[in-house]
């Protein structure tokens, strides 16, 4: 079974100060993780994916299979990063998408 | 090139009666997802549909059915709803291919009483 943890439903910064969400996962093959963010009002879209290895507005993730985790990272927080991140696992060759709980991350002025 | 759209954007049923949600996937998206999501959780997988069939399937039961129609448009049908199915239901398309991610639509938030 594939399972997506992300132990923080709330993570409060100022703004300028790092951010780390953190997700962790359970899967014994080789699976794609991705970070999906949802703004106020706006639908669920892709943020990065890890096959990637992009850097978008400014938010990095790198997978680390030792660890099982896939923390999404950003140097500076900004008022406008404030948002509800999910993590989301896929296993290669099925198509189930599973997303954990999600972080709501408040980036304070 | 359009994004995926749902309808109806808001629906109230009584339990036991039946439902039909609608999705049109982005263009040149291929695969049609269907998730549920209760308040306050994640988006939990129901089904995917590729070719119009269906292609992977979460813990639902069966009276959650869906279609795939040639141009990819998608029905999510739920029969005999209950008080646990009032939730919002979230359609996404993507490419069948590996590494892409899915384009969510904006959602039917469903109420059952």
């Known amino acids: 079974a594939q399972r997506v943890t992300q132990p923080e439903k709330l993570l409060s910064v100022f703004k300028g100060a790092p951010v780390e969400l953190k997700c962790n996962y359970s899967?014994?093959?080789?699976?794609?993780l991705f970070w999906y963010v949802q703004y106020s009002r706006q639908r669920l879209q892709l943020l990065l994916r890890h096959i990637s290895r992009e850097s978008i507005k400014g938010f990095t993730a790198d997978l680390n299979k030792g660890e099982t985790s896939f923390h999404l990272k950003k140097p500076f927080a900004q008022e406008e990063d404030s948002a509800m991140y999910y993590c989301?696992?896929?296993?290669?060759?099925?198509?189930?998408?599973?997303f954990g709980t999600g972080t709501k991350l408040q980036v304070i002025p | 090139e359009t994004g995926v759209t749902q309808s109806p954007t808001h629906l109230i049923k009584t339990r036991g009666q039946q439902v039909t949600l609608r999705c049109s996937s982005q263009?040149?998206?291929?695969?049609v997802s269907w998730y549920q999501q209760a308040l306050g959780q994640g988006p939990q997988f129901i089904f995917q549909y590729y070719r119009e069939e269906e292609n992977g399937r979460g813990n639902f039961p069966p009276r959650f059915s869906g279609l795939q129609f040639p141009n990819y448009s998608s029905e999510l049908n739920v029969n005999a709803l209950e008080l646990d199915d009032s939730a919002l239901y979230l359609c996404?398309?993507?490419?069948?291919?590996?590494?892409?991610?899915?384009?969510f639509g904006s959602g039917t938030r469903l109420t059952v009483v």
């Open positions: 989301a696992l896929k296993s290669r060759g099925y198509q189930k998408v599973t």
């Open positions: 263009s040149g998206h291929n695969t």
């Open positions: 996404a398309s993507s490419f069948r291919q590996e590494g892409y991610g899915y384009t």
């Open positions: 899967y014994s093959g080789s699976p794609e």
